[in-house]
């Protein structure tokens, strides 16, 4: 007789159950760790996204003077994503750009006191598994966020940006009646009278003017701020040398 008589081509049932049971086994180690790559490289990206993103917002404030409203503003000039891919994460979850709130309402004109520099601060704030939601009102809840160590949570991914290195300090003073001088397209003029001193902190790239007249018209001097700059102006000195650089 054939010793092979009566054996069937194919799997038999039991062979089937051994295989789909070593398969389980297998893809119980290798999804996993699959999912943990995947999770891992989806974490990663995101923290690159982020720090595109900050890198945007000081793009932004060097070249326009104020900042940005919101991450939509970002796009696509200063950072090259659109508008959805800038304020959504890769799991559908929203970005949070936030201001320090000692910001608020600043104008570049008036600037900065120098107490006030260390408030020059941004976060952009994402969650992978959740609406990170942030409430920042105040400087206080601004603080705890940037404190935040958001290595103990891998799937919150937190952005600090420190633009307090793109500002320089104007400082100018006046002796005696006269004088006006104008910063980023805001004037201040004596009207012949005592003209106010200025002493603030304002962003690179700002022009900055001073005149002898009382009402701002045609400067003696007019620069582009790029370190820190001081004039002081003396009514007693002949006309057409009355500022002078400190």
Do not use: C
């Not at 107490?115 to 705890?144: E, H, K, M, N, Y």
């Not at 500002?167 to 006006?180: D, K």
């Amino acid at each position: 007789m054939n010793r092979f008589q009566g054996r069937h081509d194919g799997f038999t049932l039991i062979e089937m159950v051994g295989v789909l049971a070593v398969m389980a086994v297998l893809a119980s180690l290798i999804v996993p760790n699959l999912i943990g790559r995947l999770d891992s490289a989806v974490r990663d990206a995101e923290a690159q996204n982020l720090q595109a993103s900050g890198q945007g917002v000081e793009l932004f404030v060097r070249r326009n003077r104020t900042l940005p409203p919101n991450l939509a503003a970002l796009s696509p000039d200063y950072v090259p994503f659109g508008i959805a891919q800038l304020t959504t994460n890769p799991r559908n979850w929203p970005r949070y750009l936030v201001v320090h709130p000692g910001l608020a309402g600043f104008a570049n004109g008036v600037g900065l006191a120098a107490a006030s520099l260390g408030d020059a601060r941004v976060l952009v704030i994402s969650s992978l598994v959740a609406d990170a939601a942030p409430v920042i009102t105040t400087a206080a809840q601004f603080d705890t966020w940037w404190n935040t160590n958001d290595s103990l949570n891998v799937d919150l991914k937190i952005y600090r940006g420190n633009l307090g290195g793109l500002f320089r300090q104007v400082a100018l003073n006046a002796v005696g009646a006269g004088g006006s001088y104008q910063v980023d397209s805001t004037q201040t003029n004596s009207g012949g009278g005592a003209l106010p001193a200025h002493g603030a902190y304002h962003l690179i790239g700002t022009t900055v003017g001073v005149d002898e007249a009382g009402t701002y018209a045609v400067p003696e001097v007019l620069l582009t701020l790029t370190a820190d700059s001081g004039y002081n102006f003396d009514a007693a000195r002949p006309v057409g040398s009355k500022w002078q650089k400190n």
